[in-house]
Protein backbone atom coordinates (compact mmCIF):
# COMPACT_ATOMS: atom_id res chain seq x y z
CA UNK A 1 0.00 0.00 0.00
CA UNK A 2 1.16 3.56 -0.76
CA UNK A 3 -1.53 5.71 0.87
CA UNK A 4 -2.15 6.09 4.95
CA UNK A 5 1.76 5.64 5.54
CA UNK A 6 1.46 8.34 7.95
CA UNK A 7 4.02 9.75 8.80
CA UNK A 8 5.78 9.74 5.45
CA UNK A 9 4.23 8.34 1.93
CA UNK A 10 7.34 5.46 2.05
CA UNK A 11 8.63 6.23 4.95
CA UNK A 12 0.40 -1.82 22.09
CA UNK A 13 0.86 -5.29 21.57
CA UNK A 14 -3.07 -6.12 21.34
CA UNK A 15 -3.07 -9.71 22.57
CA UNK A 16 -0.12 -11.18 24.38
CA UNK A 17 3.36 -11.57 23.84
CA UNK A 18 4.01 -15.74 22.81
CA UNK A 19 7.76 -17.52 22.28
CA UNK A 20 8.81 -17.42 18.17
CA UNK A 21 6.50 -15.97 15.95
CA UNK A 22 4.15 -15.16 18.56
CA UNK A 23 1.60 -17.05 18.24
CA UNK A 24 -1.83 -16.42 19.84
CA UNK A 25 -5.34 -17.60 19.40
CA UNK A 26 -7.84 -15.56 20.02
CA UNK A 27 -10.78 -16.40 22.11
CA UNK A 28 -13.98 -15.93 20.68
CA UNK A 29 -15.02 -14.83 17.47
CA UNK A 30 -11.62 -14.44 15.11
CA UNK A 31 -9.70 -18.13 15.62
CA UNK A 32 -9.66 -20.57 12.75
CA UNK A 33 -13.31 -22.08 13.57
CA UNK A 34 -14.55 -18.79 14.06
CA UNK A 35 -13.41 -17.55 10.54
CA UNK A 36 -14.49 -21.12 9.21
CA UNK A 37 -18.04 -20.57 10.57
CA UNK A 38 -17.73 -17.04 8.98
CA UNK A 39 -16.98 -18.54 5.55
CA UNK A 40 -20.12 -20.42 5.59
CA UNK A 41 -22.41 -17.42 7.13
CA UNK A 42 -21.21 -14.20 6.19
CA UNK A 43 -19.04 -15.19 2.64
CA UNK A 44 -19.92 -14.50 -1.04
CA UNK A 45 -20.59 -17.88 -2.48
CA UNK A 46 -19.87 -21.23 -2.54
CA UNK A 47 -16.32 -22.62 -2.24
CA UNK A 48 -13.38 -22.95 -4.27
CA UNK A 49 -12.55 -19.23 -4.80
CA UNK A 50 -12.63 -15.87 -3.00
CA UNK A 51 -16.19 -15.43 -3.00
CA UNK A 52 -16.01 -18.17 -0.29
CA UNK A 53 -14.12 -16.06 2.33
CA UNK A 54 -15.94 -14.19 4.67
CA UNK A 55 -17.20 -11.06 4.05
CA UNK A 56 -15.76 -8.33 4.95
CA UNK A 57 -12.68 -10.40 4.39
CA UNK A 58 -9.76 -9.41 6.75
CA UNK A 59 -6.72 -8.95 5.43
CA UNK A 60 -2.98 -8.82 7.63
CA UNK A 61 -1.45 -5.66 5.67
CA UNK A 62 2.22 -6.64 5.67
CA UNK A 63 0.92 -9.34 8.41
CA UNK A 64 -0.08 -8.19 11.58
CA UNK A 65 2.46 -5.14 11.52
CA UNK A 66 0.70 -3.59 14.04
CA UNK A 67 2.29 -6.19 16.85
CA UNK A 68 5.89 -7.31 15.33
CA UNK A 69 8.02 -6.18 12.44
CA UNK A 70 6.53 -5.65 9.16
CA UNK A 71 7.12 -8.17 6.52
CA UNK A 72 8.60 -11.08 8.84
CA UNK A 73 7.13 -14.65 9.62
CA UNK A 74 6.68 -13.30 12.90
CA UNK A 75 3.91 -10.44 11.52
CA UNK A 76 2.42 -13.31 9.39
CA UNK A 77 2.50 -15.96 11.56
CA UNK A 78 0.78 -13.30 14.43
CA UNK A 79 -1.76 -12.30 11.57
CA UNK A 80 -2.61 -15.96 10.50
CA UNK A 81 -3.24 -17.12 14.49
CA UNK A 82 -5.21 -14.02 15.10
CA UNK A 83 -7.54 -13.09 12.05
CA UNK A 84 -6.79 -12.59 9.38
CA UNK A 85 -8.36 -14.33 6.27
CA UNK A 86 -5.33 -13.12 3.79
CA UNK A 87 -2.04 -12.48 4.46
CA UNK A 88 -0.73 -9.53 2.10
CA UNK A 89 2.55 -9.47 0.83
CA UNK A 90 5.14 -6.93 -1.20
CA UNK A 91 7.24 -8.01 -3.42
CA UNK A 92 10.73 -6.24 -4.87
CA UNK A 93 14.01 -7.35 -6.55
CA UNK A 94 16.78 -8.44 -5.39
CA UNK A 95 20.20 -7.91 -7.30
CA UNK A 96 20.25 -11.56 -8.71
CA UNK A 97 16.65 -11.34 -9.55
CA UNK A 98 14.56 -13.19 -6.24
CA UNK A 99 11.54 -11.57 -4.91
CA UNK A 100 11.49 -10.54 -1.38
CA UNK A 101 8.59 -9.29 1.11
CA UNK A 102 9.77 -5.43 1.83
CA UNK A 103 7.13 -2.65 1.42
CA UNK A 104 9.60 -0.70 -1.01
CA UNK A 105 12.89 -1.64 -2.28
CA UNK A 106 14.19 1.08 0.11
CA UNK A 107 14.99 -0.89 3.34
CA UNK A 108 16.56 1.58 4.61
CA UNK A 109 13.83 2.29 7.87
CA UNK A 110 12.68 -1.79 7.76
CA UNK A 111 16.24 -3.38 8.25
CA UNK A 112 19.67 -2.64 9.93
CA UNK A 113 21.48 -2.49 7.26
CA UNK A 114 22.96 1.04 8.30
CA UNK A 115 24.54 -0.60 10.93
CA UNK A 116 26.30 -2.94 8.36
CA UNK A 117 29.89 -1.06 7.54
CA UNK A 118 30.27 -3.47 5.15
CA UNK A 119 27.68 -2.22 3.15
CA UNK A 120 27.61 1.90 3.78
CA UNK A 121 29.26 2.10 0.29
CA UNK A 122 25.78 1.43 -1.34
CA UNK A 123 23.85 4.44 0.28
CA UNK A 124 23.03 6.13 -2.35
CA UNK A 125 19.75 8.17 -3.96
CA UNK A 126 17.08 7.25 -6.80
CA UNK A 127 14.44 8.13 -8.48
CA UNK A 128 11.74 5.47 -7.84
CA UNK A 129 8.28 6.41 -10.02
CA UNK A 130 9.08 10.06 -9.71
CA UNK A 131 10.16 10.47 -6.10
CA UNK A 132 13.45 10.98 -4.86
CA UNK A 133 14.98 8.73 -2.11
CA UNK A 134 18.27 8.44 0.03
CA UNK A 135 19.16 4.94 1.29
CA UNK A 136 20.02 1.15 0.40
CA UNK A 137 18.04 -0.26 -2.37
CA UNK A 138 16.90 -3.75 -2.71
CA UNK A 139 17.76 -4.09 -6.31
CA UNK A 140 21.84 -3.21 -5.01
CA UNK A 141 21.88 -6.76 -2.99
CA UNK A 142 22.21 -10.22 -3.80
CA UNK A 143 19.69 -12.43 -2.04
CA UNK A 144 22.63 -13.61 0.04
CA UNK A 145 23.93 -10.18 1.08
CA UNK A 146 19.96 -9.11 1.71
CA UNK A 147 19.84 -12.32 4.02
CA UNK A 148 22.65 -11.25 6.59
CA UNK A 149 20.30 -7.60 7.07
CA UNK A 150 17.85 -8.03 9.70
CA UNK A 151 14.47 -6.54 10.10
CA UNK A 152 13.26 -3.63 11.91
CA UNK A 153 10.06 -1.64 13.05
CA UNK A 154 9.46 0.80 10.16
CA UNK A 155 7.34 3.52 12.59
CA UNK A 156 8.93 3.28 16.23
CA UNK A 157 8.19 6.54 17.27
CA UNK A 158 4.75 5.36 16.74
CA UNK A 159 4.77 1.18 17.94
CA UNK A 160 7.76 1.24 20.21
CA UNK A 161 6.50 -1.77 21.42
CA UNK A 162 7.87 -3.78 18.17
CA UNK A 163 11.02 -2.45 18.63
CA UNK A 164 11.32 -5.41 21.19
CA UNK A 165 11.58 -7.68 18.28
CA UNK A 166 14.48 -6.01 16.60
CA UNK A 167 16.98 -8.31 14.79
CA UNK A 168 14.77 -11.67 15.36
CA UNK A 169 14.26 -12.22 12.03
CA UNK A 170 15.49 -11.84 8.33
CA UNK A 171 13.89 -10.65 4.79
CA UNK A 172 11.67 -13.23 3.61
CA UNK A 173 11.59 -14.20 0.03
CA UNK A 174 8.08 -14.75 -1.55
CA UNK A 175 8.95 -18.67 -2.30
CA UNK A 176 9.85 -19.27 1.56
CA UNK A 177 6.45 -17.68 2.20
CA UNK A 178 4.80 -19.89 -0.16
CA UNK A 179 6.26 -22.64 1.54
CA UNK A 180 5.24 -21.08 4.93
CA UNK A 181 1.82 -21.21 3.71
CA UNK A 182 1.60 -24.72 2.31
CA UNK A 183 3.02 -25.66 5.96
CA UNK A 184 0.42 -23.73 7.42
CA UNK A 185 -2.36 -24.70 5.15
CA UNK A 186 -1.81 -28.60 6.25
CA UNK A 187 -1.96 -28.24 9.94
CA UNK A 188 -5.06 -25.93 9.64
CA UNK A 189 -6.36 -28.56 6.80
CA UNK A 190 -7.48 -25.15 4.67
CA UNK A 191 -6.11 -23.21 2.32
CA UNK A 192 -4.05 -20.33 3.48
CA UNK A 193 -4.55 -17.33 1.45
CA UNK A 194 -2.24 -14.83 0.23
CA UNK A 195 -2.63 -10.99 -1.37
CA UNK A 196 0.31 -10.11 -3.12
CA UNK A 197 1.51 -7.11 -5.17
CA UNK A 198 3.75 -6.04 -7.45
CA UNK A 199 5.54 -3.17 -6.09
CA UNK A 200 6.75 -0.31 -9.08
CA UNK A 201 6.97 -2.89 -11.83
CA UNK A 202 7.65 -0.44 -14.17
CA UNK A 203 10.89 0.74 -12.41
CA UNK A 204 11.92 -2.38 -12.01
CA UNK A 205 11.25 -3.83 -15.63
CA UNK A 206 13.18 -0.98 -16.82
CA UNK A 207 16.01 -2.06 -14.54
CA UNK A 208 16.00 -5.39 -16.20
CA UNK A 209 14.41 -6.93 -13.37
CA UNK A 210 10.35 -7.16 -14.12
CA UNK A 211 8.44 -8.64 -11.19
CA UNK A 212 5.96 -10.78 -12.96
CA UNK A 213 7.98 -13.58 -14.63
CA UNK A 214 9.59 -14.46 -12.08
CA UNK A 215 6.36 -14.42 -10.22
CA UNK A 216 4.70 -16.27 -12.64
CA UNK A 217 6.86 -19.25 -12.22
CA UNK A 218 6.82 -19.29 -8.51
CA UNK A 219 3.01 -19.26 -8.45
CA UNK A 220 2.14 -22.18 -11.26
CA UNK A 221 5.48 -24.17 -9.07
CA UNK A 222 3.31 -24.05 -6.07
CA UNK A 223 -0.60 -23.59 -7.98
CA UNK A 224 -1.25 -20.38 -7.20
CA UNK A 225 -1.98 -19.38 -10.81
CA UNK A 226 -5.69 -20.82 -11.04
CA UNK A 227 -8.63 -18.77 -11.04
CA UNK A 228 -9.64 -20.82 -8.04
CA UNK A 229 -5.75 -20.61 -6.25
CA UNK A 230 -5.97 -18.56 -2.62
CA UNK A 231 -4.03 -16.28 -3.86
CA UNK A 232 -5.00 -12.68 -5.04
CA UNK A 233 -2.18 -10.23 -6.97
CA UNK A 234 -2.45 -6.45 -6.42
CA UNK A 235 -0.72 -3.56 -8.07
CA UNK A 236 -1.04 -0.08 -8.48
CA UNK A 237 -0.40 -0.35 -12.29
CA UNK A 238 -2.53 -1.73 -14.98
CA UNK A 239 -0.10 -2.71 -17.03
CA UNK A 240 1.25 -5.54 -14.50
CA UNK A 241 -1.85 -7.33 -13.42
CA UNK A 242 -2.31 -7.29 -17.39
CA UNK A 243 1.21 -8.73 -18.10
CA UNK A 244 0.35 -11.47 -15.02
CA UNK A 245 -2.86 -12.61 -17.27
CA UNK A 246 -1.20 -13.26 -20.82
CA UNK A 247 1.50 -14.89 -18.22
CA UNK A 248 -1.28 -17.51 -17.61
CA UNK A 249 -1.88 -16.49 -14.00
CA UNK A 250 -5.48 -16.37 -14.07
CA UNK A 251 -5.27 -15.74 -9.99
CA UNK A 252 -8.19 -12.97 -8.78
CA UNK A 253 -6.23 -9.60 -9.39
CA UNK A 254 -7.03 -6.26 -7.13
CA UNK A 255 -6.03 -2.60 -8.85
CA UNK A 256 -5.17 -0.49 -6.19
CA UNK A 257 -5.80 2.88 -6.38
CA UNK A 258 -3.89 5.78 -5.16
CA UNK A 259 -4.86 9.85 -4.47
CA UNK A 260 -7.68 11.06 -7.14
CA UNK A 261 -5.17 13.21 -8.77
CA UNK A 262 -2.17 10.87 -9.25
CA UNK A 263 -2.01 8.62 -12.05
CA UNK A 264 -0.63 5.34 -11.99
CA UNK A 265 2.89 5.19 -13.18
CA UNK A 266 2.91 3.20 -16.11
CA UNK A 267 0.13 5.93 -17.43
CA UNK A 268 2.47 8.12 -16.45
CA UNK A 269 5.35 6.60 -18.30
CA UNK A 270 2.87 6.02 -21.32
CA UNK A 271 1.49 9.31 -21.55
CA UNK A 272 -1.99 8.07 -20.28
CA UNK A 273 -3.54 11.42 -19.16
CA UNK A 274 -6.42 9.33 -16.98
CA UNK A 275 -5.92 10.04 -13.10
CA UNK A 276 -7.48 7.81 -10.37
CA UNK A 277 -10.65 10.21 -10.39
CA UNK A 278 -10.94 8.94 -13.77
CA UNK A 279 -11.17 5.62 -12.99
CA UNK A 280 -13.19 5.26 -10.14
CA UNK A 281 -16.00 6.72 -12.74
CA UNK A 282 -18.79 3.98 -13.62
CA UNK A 283 -16.87 3.77 -17.48
CA UNK A 284 -13.29 3.41 -15.77
CA UNK A 285 -14.44 0.91 -13.01
CA UNK A 286 -15.93 -0.86 -16.23
CA UNK A 287 -12.37 -1.10 -18.03
CA UNK A 288 -10.87 -2.07 -14.72
CA UNK A 289 -13.49 -5.01 -14.48
CA UNK A 290 -11.75 -6.27 -17.75
CA UNK A 291 -8.39 -7.18 -15.99
CA UNK A 292 -9.43 -7.22 -12.35
CA UNK A 293 -11.35 -8.43 -10.23
CA UNK A 294 -11.98 -5.92 -7.72
CA UNK A 295 -9.93 -2.61 -6.39
CA UNK A 296 -8.07 -1.91 -3.71
CA UNK A 297 -9.34 2.00 -2.52
CA UNK A 298 -7.79 4.43 -0.15
CA UNK A 299 -10.07 4.26 2.75
CA UNK A 300 -11.01 7.97 2.55
CA UNK A 301 -12.09 6.99 -1.18
CA UNK A 302 -14.87 4.96 0.54
CA UNK A 303 -15.81 7.46 3.15
CA UNK A 304 -13.96 10.49 2.86
CA UNK A 305 -12.61 13.23 5.65
CA UNK A 306 -14.11 16.31 6.40
CA UNK A 307 -11.60 19.98 7.46
CA UNK A 308 -11.75 18.68 11.16
CA UNK A 309 -10.25 15.39 10.17
CA UNK A 310 -13.84 13.81 10.71
CA UNK A 311 -15.98 11.09 8.86
CA UNK A 312 -17.88 12.79 6.63
CA UNK A 313 -20.75 11.12 3.72
CA UNK A 314 -19.54 7.76 1.97
CA UNK A 315 -19.04 8.46 -1.63
CA UNK A 316 -20.66 6.18 -4.22
CA UNK A 317 -17.68 4.04 -4.91
CA UNK A 318 -19.08 0.83 -3.44
CA UNK A 319 -22.06 1.03 -5.22
CA UNK A 320 -19.85 2.22 -8.40
CA UNK A 321 -17.74 -1.10 -7.96
CA UNK A 322 -20.25 -3.49 -7.59
CA UNK A 323 -22.62 -2.48 -10.19
CA UNK A 324 -19.04 -2.83 -12.39
CA UNK A 325 -18.73 -6.30 -10.86
CA UNK A 326 -15.78 -5.65 -8.50
CA UNK A 327 -15.06 -6.30 -4.87
CA UNK A 328 -13.37 -3.65 -2.87
CA UNK A 329 -10.32 -3.76 -0.61
CA UNK A 330 -9.89 -0.81 0.91
CA UNK A 331 -6.64 0.08 3.04
CA UNK A 332 -5.40 0.73 5.52
CA UNK A 333 -7.02 0.33 9.06
CA UNK A 334 -4.82 0.87 12.05
CA UNK A 335 -5.60 1.04 15.56
CA UNK A 336 -3.59 4.42 16.86
CA UNK A 337 -5.13 7.52 17.11
CA UNK A 338 -3.04 9.32 15.01
CA UNK A 339 -4.15 7.19 11.70
CA UNK A 340 -7.85 7.03 12.80
CA UNK A 341 -10.42 9.52 12.10
CA UNK A 342 -10.82 12.34 14.25
CA UNK A 343 -14.19 11.39 15.46
CA UNK A 344 -12.87 7.85 16.78
CA UNK A 345 -9.66 9.43 18.64
CA UNK A 346 -9.90 8.88 22.52
CA UNK A 347 -7.47 11.29 24.39
CA UNK A 348 -4.11 13.02 23.92
CA UNK A 349 -1.80 10.32 23.37
CA UNK A 350 -1.43 10.03 19.01
CA UNK A 351 0.04 6.31 19.69
CA UNK A 352 -2.95 5.39 22.06
CA UNK A 353 -5.65 3.46 21.00
CA UNK A 354 -8.58 5.22 19.94
CA UNK A 355 -11.99 3.95 19.12
CA UNK A 356 -11.29 1.45 16.33
CA UNK A 357 -14.14 -0.90 16.60
CA UNK A 358 -16.35 1.97 16.00
CA UNK A 359 -13.98 3.16 12.87
CA UNK A 360 -14.47 -0.21 11.56
CA UNK A 361 -18.49 -0.57 11.87
CA UNK A 362 -18.50 2.95 9.87
CA UNK A 363 -16.10 1.36 6.97
CA UNK A 364 -18.12 -2.45 7.17
CA UNK A 365 -21.38 -0.29 7.24
CA UNK A 366 -20.63 0.70 3.40
CA UNK A 367 -20.52 -2.78 1.87
CA UNK A 368 -16.60 -3.41 1.25
CA UNK A 369 -15.82 -7.18 0.60
CA UNK A 370 -12.86 -6.67 2.75
CA UNK A 371 -10.61 -4.23 4.57
CA UNK A 372 -6.40 -4.27 5.24
CA UNK A 373 -5.40 -3.28 8.56
CA UNK A 374 -2.44 -3.83 10.52
CA UNK A 375 -4.40 -5.04 13.50
CA UNK A 376 -6.14 -8.41 11.78
CA UNK A 377 -7.44 -9.16 15.57
CA UNK A 378 -9.48 -6.37 16.28
CA UNK A 379 -10.60 -6.04 12.82
CA UNK A 380 -11.85 -9.73 13.12
CA UNK A 381 -13.70 -9.06 16.39
CA UNK A 382 -15.20 -5.47 15.00
CA UNK A 383 -16.63 -8.05 11.89
CA UNK A 384 -17.67 -10.65 14.30
CA UNK A 385 -19.84 -7.59 16.52
CA UNK A 386 -21.14 -5.97 12.98
CA UNK A 387 -22.41 -9.57 11.74
CA UNK A 388 -24.99 -10.25 15.00
CA UNK A 389 -26.59 -6.55 13.99
Known amino acids: MQQEQRPGRRSLLGA ?15 GPAAAAQQRSAGGHGKGGSYK ?34 VIEQDLVPTKDGHLVCRHENDITQTTDVADHAEFASRKTTKVVDGESHTGWFTEDF ?9 AKERIPGNRQHNTLYDGRWDVPTFEEVLKWAEEQGRKRGRRVWLHSETKHATYFRKLGLGLEEPLAKLLRRYGRHRADSPQFLESFEPS ?27 FVEAGDPRTVADLITPQGLKWIAGFAEGIGPWVQQI ?39 ADFQRGSDPNAYGDAFGAFK ?24 FLKK
Open 16 to 30: AAALGAGAVVLGSGA
Open 52 to 85: DLPVPTVIGHRGACGYRPEHTFGSYQFALDNGAD
Open 142 to 150: TLAELKRLR
Open 240 to 266: SLQRLTKLGVHAPKIFLLDDLKTRPWD
Open 303 to 341: IPRDANGKLGKPTTLVRDAHAAGLILHPYTMRNENTFLP
Open 362 to 385: AYYATGIDGIFSDNCDTAAFARAD
